[in-house]
């Protein structure tokens, strides 16, 4: 490492004689430790030389003053970082000097500025033209972008074609994103023929760059056998890396391989985990997964209230079991204060959100007028829908509605074959129903009568039908 004083008067010695190289290398040494640009390196560090900016600009500028393309992207870069009155406008100056000279990282600073008018008149136009430039001097980064600008017609005409070839150029060029999303690309097989092989290789070759979402897409092609032979041990251990890596989606999945052991050996404690890993990273399957454990007492101790707290952690982040399990806490006071009126509230939002069993669970609410105003002309339409998809509950309730005309017209037939169904489906209190059907006909519709006395109008949320 150079020494303080003797090597740094020598090179301010040089640079005042006129150097660029030395002028560029002062400009380097000054500048304080901080971000910079990807593809920019940092000076030499001298020992016992405090870093300021004012003379990082000072010898860059002089460096680029005379022509030298990298200190004029570097000071450009300098201004930007002091951004002071008028550095913005210095700084655009640099860039056009360093961009006209094929500085590529130049090039692509301009196109930022002017796409988003970055104290300069937004101008799609020119922002394109330093984009097209620097991606034909090579930077695989703005090839990428460019690319993208083909497919999606971004003021460009799109060219699906020209996308491939830039996106490839850009792949080829170890750009992880463009490899990503070409794989992707062939993964899908909308844009090209679809080819597996291509998508796990472009996958590979972007996980070999550190491109974390490509672990996991590597792990599902080994799981699933995805051109590529079916290898479920490689599959948890791509899977792995994502987990340990933060990928929330990726932790959630390698608790579902400890748990039925797919490539891993089953591990109850491994698995709860990470479930709960993903959990607290946000991943809402996960938040309701884990409040199952603590409601069931499975690995984890039994805890409602724990459980109420991850179902709500999940209701919250859009997951209608979530919803409908956060509801159920409501309306039977489990790890929560009982508020039958919330209940109604997180069912009928679950149902909305395509959940049959809430949409079941809010009918029941509005049968029996529980946390909201009766209706029971909806509570049957809902209860429709709920029994449509194979809820047995709502199949059960639908036969006792219809037995006793409660938000339909009466129908004894219709009562049956909904009882029936539900028998069908494993429903005990169907099946109990059915095998004591042995009364003439006429005695039918008194026997669903005693049937709505005994059930009511229909089965309260969280019981089993």
């Known amino acids: ?77 300098c201004y930007l970082r002091r951004d002071a009155i008028g550095d913005r406008s210095r700084a655009n100056h640099w860039f056009v000097k360093a961009a006209e000279q094929g500085n590529d990282l130049a090039q692509i600073c301009l196109h930022e500025a002017y796409l988003v008018g970055d104290k300069v008149p937004k101008d ?34 799109r060219e699906v074609k020209k996308f491939l070839y830039w ?24 844009l090209v023929e679809k080819d597996l092989g291509q998508a796990f290789r472009w996958y590979g070759k972007a ?40 990928d929330p989606q990726a932790q959630f999945e390698l608790a ?6 797919y490539g891993v050996a089953k591990d109850p404690a491994e698995m ?20 199952n454990m603590y409601k069931k ?25 979530g919803q409908t399990n956060l509801a159920v806490c409501y309306f039977h006071g489990l790890g929560l204060p009982r508020n039958r009126r919330l209940a109604a509230g997180w069912f009928r939002k679950a149902a909305h959100d395509g959940n049959v069993k809430a949409a079941y669970d809010y009918a029941a609410m509005l049968f029996h007028g529980w946390g909201i105003k009766a209706d029971r002309r909806d509570a049957a339409r809902m209860c429709t829908r709920a029994a449509k998809k194979g809820v047995t509950s709502a199949q059960i309730t639908m036969g006792l509605a219809y037995a006793h005309g409660e938000g339909v017209t009466p129908c004894v037939a219709t009562a049956l074959n909904w009882i029936d169904t539900a028998a069908e ?36 949320p969280g019981r089993k039908a």
């Open 1 to 77: 490492m150079p020494k303080m004083p003797d090597e740094l008067d020598t090179l301010i010695k040089i640079a005042n004689d006129g150097d660029a190289t030395a002028q560029f290398e002062l400009g380097r040494i000054y500048y304080p430790q901080g971000r910079i640009p990807k593809g920019m390196i940092w000076g030499p560090t001298l020992d016992g030389v405090t870093p300021d900016l004012d003379k990082a600009i000072h010898w860059a500028e002089k460096a680029a003053g005379q022509g030298l393309a990298e200190a004029q992207c570097w000071v450009a870069h």
């Open 124 to 157: 799609l136009e020119r922002s394109t033209y330093w984009l097209i430039r620097s991606a034909i001097g090579g930077n695989e980064d703005s090839q990428f972008r460019l690319s993208l600008k083909y497919l999606t017609g971004d003021f460009l005409k």
């Open 167 to 190: 996106c490839n150029l850009s792949a080829q060029n170890e750009c992880h994103l463009a490899q990503h999303f070409l794989a992707a690309t062939y993964q899908a097989g909308d």
């Open 207 to 246: 996980a070999a760059l550190g491109h974390a979402p490509a672990w996991l897409k590597l792990s599902g092609m080994y799981a699933k056998g995805l051109g590529t032979p079916k290898d479920l041990a490689k599959a948890a251990q791509w899977c792995a890396k994502a987990a340990f890596g933060g």
């Open 256 to 261: 579902v391989m400890g748990k039925h052991g």
């Open 272 to 291: 709860a985990k990470w479930y709960l890993t993903a959990a607290k990273n946000g991943h809402a399957i996960s938040q309701n997964i884990v409040g």
């Open 297 to 321: 007492g499975e690995v984890f101790n039994k805890d409602y209230n724990r459980a109420a707290f991850w179902y709500l952690k999940a209701a919250n982040n859009g997951n209608n079991h």
């Open 425 to 460: 489906n494993g429903s005990d209190k169907a099946q109990a129903f059915l095998k004591g059907l042995k009364a003439p006909a006429r005695e039918i519709p008194a026997l669903l009568e005693k049937a709505f006395r005994r059930y009511g109008k229909a089965i309260a």
